[in-house]
DNA sequence: ATGGTCGCGAGGCGA
């Protein structure tokens, strides 16, 4: 079985790319981050055409995370208990769009889209970790359950876990960017000390890989990317992963997303 | 490649 994690920046705009992807990535589990549309845009046919089950969870123009499988798509989940809500401006807090869960071919998949925090001082900064930290604390109750279950964490996390994992560390870290620092570091490792594995890297190890090109300052061309999608496997599903590849072929040329999707095979 | 981003949605925000 092959499952991917593909922040797509706009499915509706992507939606040509998308396919052709899926027909030749022939992968039976996606999940997709930014969808930016509502149900009522989000193309279904395109899926239904390509033989996938969709589930989708998307409220306005903004974040939307949808999960499509060919594997079966049961017990569909819409946000993870007390996900942290953020308000802006002074309204009323709402849980965003940033994660939706289906049980895919005997794999618990969840497509997590985690907040951007913005600056180091910004208010979205501790809705981020808050946001990490109480997913965090799920799966690992999920574990203590059941220490053999096949669970992946799958998505855009915005968090650069090592120094190899940006272009250069220096321009981050004298720029006073987010992704790298510290507290956002330990969010990440928290979930490795839960026993969740990035098993993607072993596969693809750096320093040079990435996952992200910003779209300005010609930074693909210029090879100046960020590593920050990552699939977290558990135990008992990190057992089975016989691969992993990120197809930046895929970040290539008009009409592409920032992100390139990332694969991983798992052994039946 | 001597340049300099996208997408949404209709102005400016978010990434």
Redesign the pocket.
């Known amino acids: 079985m092959k499952i991917a994690t593909w922040n797509v ?6 939606a040509d790319r998308v396919e052709a992807w899926l027909q030749r990535s022939d992968c039976d589990v996606l999940a997709i981050q ?1 969808t ?3 149900d009522e ?1 989000f193309p279904w046919e395109l899926f239904e055409r390509m033989g996938y089950e969709v589930a989708h969870f998307g409220l ?4 939307g995370v949808a999960i499509a499988s060919r594997v079966g798509l049961d017990n569909v989940e819409r946000t993870f208990l007390d996900q942290p809500a953020f308000g ?1 401006g002074g309204k009323d807090p709402v849980q965003e769009a940033r994660a939706i869960a289906a049980t895919c071919g005997g794999v618990r998949i969840w497509s997590l889209y985690v ?2 925090g ?1 600056s180091l001082e910004d208010e ?1 900064m501790p809705y981020k970790l808050q946001w990490l930290d109480t997913l965090k604390n799920h799966a690992q109750g999920w574990l203590a359950e059941d220490p053999s279950a096949q669970i992946a964490l799958m998505g ?1 996390w ?1 968090i650069a876990p090592t120094d190899d994992d940006v272009w250069d560390i220096d321009f981050f870290r004298d720029g006073g960017y987010t992704h790298v620092s510290g507290p956002e570091r330990a969010a990440f490792e928290a979930f490795e000390t839960a026993g969740y594995t990035d098993v993607v890297r072993p596969f693809t190890p750096g320093p040079g890989v990435y996952t992200y090109w ?5 930074r ?2 210029k090879k100046e990317g960020m590593r920050i999608d990552f699939v977290m496997a558990s135990p008992g599903l990190a057992a089975r992963v016989s691969g992993a590849s990120i197809d930046r072929e895929e970040r ?1 040329g ?5 992100h390139a999707p990332v694969i991983v095979d798992v052994a039946s």
């Open positions: 920046n706009s499915l509706r705009a992507r930014e930016k549309c509502k845009n306005s123009q903004w974040n802006k907040p951007n913005r979205h855009d915005n910003d779209y300005t300052q010609l693909f061309p290539k008009k009409g592409a997303s920032d």
